[in-house]
C-alpha cells in the first residue's frame, strides 16, 4: 500500500482494495505534501511549470525515506532530497538546493522555539560588552544571490559568494540582511561567545584579515551596535 502511494504511476494497488478508496488515500498523500512544499518555497515553485514542479514532488514522495514523522519538517526533508539528489533534471536550475535552504530557514526560525530576552543589551559599550550571537540568528554563505532570485532573477552560474545573516527580531518577524565576508566573520565570532569583549574579537578580526585594528574600532563598533538593534547579537 505504501509503496503504492509513494508511486501510484509505476507500482500496482493492493489487491482486493476499492478503487475510489484508494484515490481517496493517494490524493490525501500527495495534495497533503505538495501544499506543505509549495507553501514552504513559493520562490522556488514559481521557477518551475505545473508539469514540472509535480514530477519534482512526486520524485521526492517516492525516491525520499523522511526521518521525521511531522508535517513542520517536511520542508527540511525536502532540502535534504535536494542536497543529496544524485541526479539533476533539466528543468532543475542550477541554485535549487540553496534557494530552498535559503526559504527553509525563514520557516525554521519563523516555528524556532527559543525566545529571545526582553532586553538584549542595547546600552552597553559595544567595545567592552561581551557580544554573542543570538539563537534566533544565523550566518548563511552561498554560491548564488539567493535572496535576489526569482522569476525575473536567475543567475546561470555562480560569481561571487553571497553572504546572509537571517534572523528573528523581537516582534518575532524573521529578516535578512546581506553582508560581506568580514562582518560574517566577526559573527561567527561572536557564536557562542561567553568572555570575549567586542574589541577582542575585532582585534581577532584584524590578526585574521591582517589590518590595522584601530582600522576596524570604529566600524566594528557601529556593526555591532546595529546588529545589536536588530537582535542579531545580544551583550551578556
Known amino acids: ?19 475510489r478508496r484508494l484515490k481517496i488515500y493517494r490524493d490525501l498523500v500527495y495534495n497533503n505534501i505538495e501544499g506543505f512544499i509549495s507553501n514552504g518555497f513559493p520562490v522556488l515553485r514559481s521557477l518551475y511549470q505545473t508539469s514540472q514542479w509535480h514530477a519534482l514532488v ?19 526533508e525536502f532540502v535534504q532530497f535536494l542536497l543529496q539528489r544524485p541526479r539533476c533534471d533539466a528543468a532543475d536550475p542550477p541554485f535549487i538546493a540553496e534557494l ?16 529571545l530576552p526582553p532586553a538584549t543589551g542595547a546600552d552597553r559599550d ?7 550571537l543570538s539563537p534566533l540568528a544565523w550566518v548563511l554563505s552561498y554560491r548564488y544571490p539567493v535572496h535576489r532570485i526569482g522569476p525575473g532573477f536567475q543567475p546561470a552560474i555562480a560569481t561571487e559568494p553571497t553572504f546572509l545573516t537571517v534572523y528573528r527580531d523581537l516582534g518575532e518577524t524573521v529578516r535578512f540582511m546581506e553582508i560581506n565576508a ?14 570575549h569583549s567586542g574589541a577582542d574579537l575585532l582585534q581577532q578580526l584584524a590578526t585574521e584579515l591582517d589590518r590595522d585594528p ?23
Open 126 to 132: 559595544p567595545l567592552t560588552g561581551i557580544p554573542r
Open 100 to 115: 530552498a535552504h535559503y526559504e527553509w530557514v525563514e520557516l525554521a526560525l519563523d516555528v524556532a522555539e527559543e525566545q
Open 58 to 76: 512526486r520524485e521526492f514522495i517516492d525516491g525520499h525515506r523522511c526521518h521525521t514523522p511531522y508535517f513542520l519538517e517536511i520542508s527540511q
Open 182 to 195: 568580514a562582518t560574517a566573520r566577526l559573527l561567527e565570532l561572536t557564536r557562542d561567545n561567553e568572555v
Open 214 to 236: 584601530r582600522e576596524l574600532n570604529d566600524f566594528g563598533a557601529a556593526q555591532l551596535s546595529d546588529f545589536v538593534q536588530r537582535s542579531v547579537v545580544l551583550y551578556s
Open 1 to 19: 500500500m505504501a509503496r503504492y502511494l509513494r508511486n501510484p504511476e509505476s507500482v500496482p494497488p493492493p489487491a482486493n482494495v476499492e478503487a
